[in-house]
C-alpha cells in the first residue's frame, strides 16, 4: 500500500506515523510538505549531512515554477515533497483569511505531484483544517482520509471562555468562515479520525458516524522518564539538589492554555516554599486566540508578569526547546501543570505523562478524558487559582507520596496512547478504507 500524507508542516501530525509504516513491509509512504518548525530542525540528519534536500516545487499563480534537489529518502524509509504557496493577500476579508491560504496550498500540493506522475498513491492522508489535501481527489482515483483536529465554534468553546478576554465581532463571524475548508475537507474524505472523543464530538453530529476516535501515539522509545547523571537538562542552568521543579509547557506562553493563571498560581507557591523552582517552556507568540487585541504589551507574557510581583530568579523561561531538552526537563519534573480552555489537546501533556510526571491539569473537558483526579493525577477548577495552588502544594510537600500519580500517568500512556497501541489502529482503519474503495 502506498501512503501519501500530507501536511503543512513536517513531521506534523503524520511523521512518526509514516516512518513506522515505512518499515514495515507492504507499506511505502511519501510525504509533502510546506516547512518544518525549528523545534524540529533535526529530524532530516542524513539529508543535511549529505548537503541535499526533499524534492523542493515552487508553485505560483499560473502553476509550477521549478524544482530542485532530489528526493531523499532518508528519513525513515519516507519520500519527502517539500511544496511552496503564498499567503493571502492583503486586501483579503479577514473572514477568508484561512480559506485563501488553504486554498494556494491545496493548489500547491495539487501542481506538486501533478508534477510527479510517477506517484501513484492507493490512500491519501491529509488535515481537514489545513486543506491541503483538496484537491488530490481530483488527482487521484483513491480514496481520501482526513484528520479532524477540531471544528472551531463561538459559543461554548475556547472562543468565548476567557471571559476577560471577550471576542469581538468579527472573530465570532470568522471562526464560522474557518470552518469552510474543514467541511470540504469532510465532504471530500471517505473517513476522518480525531485524536480524542471530545474533539470528536465538537464536530457537526451528521458527521461523526464517518469519524473514528484513534490517537496520534506516543512514541516510548523516546518519551520516558530518564535518570540523568546531572540536575542540568540540556543548556539550562544546574538546579540544586534541595530545589523541587514545577513545569509548565505550551508551544505560546498564551491565555488559551491558561499561562495567566498558571503564573498567578505560582507566585502564591513561591510565596510558600522557597525550595521551588519553576521550567517554563513556550515561545512568546500568540498561536491560539487574539491576547494581543486586549493588552498594550509585546507579547502576553510580559503583560502578565506585569500584573503581579515575580521573583523572577525562581523562574526559567526557556521558549521553544528541542524534543531532546525537553524529554530531560520532564524528567526532573516534581509536578507539572497543565491549563487549557476547552481546545485541543497538547501533546505536551502526553509527554509529561510518559515522562511519569506528577501532573495537575485543568479540570476542563479535554483534560478529563485523560486524566482521572487522584487515579492517574490531580485536577482542579481553571479560574481556581486558590485550587490550583492548594493542589500543587500537596505535592511539593511530599512529591514522592504522589509517585504512583506518575506511574499511573505512564501506564495509562502504555495501554491507550502509546505508538504501540495506535499504530495499529491507523493501519486498520488504512487498510478498511483501501479495501473498501476498491
Known amino acids: 500500500m502506498h501512503i501519501l500524507f500530507v501536511h503543512k508542516e513536517y513531521p506534523g501530525h503524520f511523521g512518526h506515523v509514516a516512518r513506522r509504516l515505512a518499515q514495515r513491509d507492504g507499506f511505502e509512504c511519501t510525504f509533502v ?35 530542485t534537489t532530489p528526493a531523499v529518502e532518508s528519513d525513515g524509509g519516507v519520500q519527502l515533497i517539500q511544496y511552496q504557496a503564498r499567503g493571502a493577500a492583503q486586501a483579503t476579508h479577514p473572514c477568508s483569511i484561512h480559506f485563501e491560504i488553504s486554498i494556494w496550498h491545496s493548489h500547491a500540493v495539487y501542481q506538486a505531484l501533478k508534477a510527479r ?57 470568522r471562526v464560522r468562515a474557518h470552518n469552510a475548508t474543514i467541511l470540504l475537507n469532510l465532504q471530500a ?22 469519524i473514528a476516535t484513534i490517537f496520534d501515539g506516543i512514541d516510548r522509545t523516546f518519551w520516558y ?9 540540556g543548556n539550562l542552568p544546574p538546579i540544586p539538589p534541595e530545589m523541587k521543579v514545577v513545569t509548565y509547557v505550551s508551544y505560546g506562553l498564551e491565555a488559551t492554555r491558561g499561562f495567566d493563571i498558571f503564573m498567578k498560581a505560582a507566585r502564591r507557591i513561591c510565596d510558600a516554599r522557597r525550595d521551588v523552582l519553576f521550567i517554563v517552556v513556550g515561545s512568546d507568540r500568540i498561536y491560539y486566540g487574539q491576547d494581543l487585541k486586549h493588552i498594550k504589551a509585546r507579547s502576553f507574557r510580559e503583560y502578565v508578569l506585569a500584573q503581579d510581583r515575580y521573583d523572577l530568579d525562581r523562574f526559567l523561561f526557556t521558549g521553544q526547546v528541542s524534543e531532546e531538552q525537553l524529554v530531560e526537563i520532564l524528567s526532573l519534573s516534581d509536578l507539572h501543570i497543565y491549563l487549557t480552555a476547552p481546545f485541543v489537546l ?27 483526579h487522584e487515579k ?63
Open 376 to 438: 492517574n493525577g490531580l485536577l482542579a477548577g481553571f479560574f481556581d487559582v486558590d485550587g490550583l495552588t492548594r493542589e500543587a502544594l500537596r505535592v511539593l510537600d511530599d512529591p514522592r507520596q504522589f509517585r504512583p500519580l506518575g506511574e499511573a500517568g505512564m501506564s495509562l500512556i502504555d495501554d491507550r496512547y502509546s505508538m504501540a497501541k495506535t499504530i495499529p489502529e491507523h493501519v486498520k482503519l488504512f487498510e478498511r478504507v483501501v479495501a473498501q474503495g476498491s
Open 117 to 173: 506522475p510517477e506517484i501513484k498513491p492507493d490512500l491519501v492522508v491529509g488535515h481537514s483544517g489545513f486543506g491541503t489535501a483538496l484537491f488530490l481527489a481530483d488527482l487521484y482515483d483513491c480514496p481520501i482520509i482526513n484528520y479532524c483536529e477540531y471544528y472551531y465554534r463561538s459559543r461554548d468553546s475556547d472562543l468565548d471562555f476567557r471571559p476577560e478576554f471577550p471576542p469581538d465581532e468579527l472573530d465570532i463571524l
Open 33 to 67: 510538505y510546506s516547512r518544518v518548525p525549528d523545534r524540529y530542525r533535526n529530524v532530516l540528519p542524513a539529508a543535511t549531512a549529505a548537503g541535499m534536500g526533499p524534492t523542493q516545487i515552487t508553485v505560483s499563480q499560473s502553476g509550477v515554477v521549478g524544482t
Open 189 to 210: 474524505a471517505a473517513a476522518c479520525y480525531s485524536p480524542t472523543q471530545w474533539q470528536r464530538s465538537v464536530f457537526p453530529v451528521e458527521y461523526q458516524p464517518k
Open 225 to 233: 522518564r530518564r535518570k540523568l547523571p546531572s540536575r542540568r537538562p
Open 346 to 372: 497538547s501533546w505536551s501533556l502526553m509527554d509529561a505523562l510518559a515522562c511519569g510526571c506528577t501532573v495537575l491539569g485543568s479540570d476542563t473537558a479535554p483534560v478529563r478524558e485523560v486524566i482521572e
